[in-house]
């Protein structure tokens, strides 16, 4: 049975910064890309980061760049979500995925490619 688990998520005033982990049971993890989104409240579930199976590559949305760093521990089974300089819009249940492709090293991390999903980690930034 697939589990993801997010975690790290909490209050944090503007300009702070949190780390959030997401650990994943039950798969392959080392051949699976794996994507963090994000859902606030009265808005549909959008992409904020992703990462190739292999690491070696990363996306972002626009909104994040230059301010979210996406990193992944094999030896752990996790991916990481480092936030910087946060902003209320960042304000949202953050929720990680893997990519329905084994050994995935494309940039399409849209919902409909994703698989299994956490339940997901409360992030609220305070202006």
């Known amino acids: 049975q697939v589990q993801l688990v997010e975690s790290g998520g909490g209050l944090v005033q503007a300009g702070g910064s949190l780390r959030l982990s997401c650990a994943a049971s039950?798969?392959?993890?080392?051949?699976?890309?794996m994507g963090w989104f994000r859902q606030a409240p009265g808005k549909e579930r959008e992409f904020v980061a992703a990462?190739?199976?292999?690491?070696?590559?990363?996306y972002y949305a626009d909104s994040v760049k230059g301010r979210f760093t996406i990193s992944r521990d094999n030896s752990k089974n996790t991916v990481n979500l480092q936030m910087n300089s946060l902003k209320p819009e960042d304000t949202a249940v953050y929720y990680c995925?893997?990519?329905?492709?084994?050994?995935?090293?494309?940039?399409?991390?849209?919902?409909?490619?994703?698989?299994?999903w956490g339940k997901g980690t409360l992030v609220t930034v305070s202006s």
């Open positions: 995925a893997d990519h329905r492709h084994t050994y995935y090293s494309g940039s399409l991390f849209d919902l409909a490619n994703m698989r299994y």
């Open positions: 039950g798969l392959t993890f080392r051949s699976a890309a």
């Open positions: 990462i190739t199976w292999s690491g070696g590559r990363t």
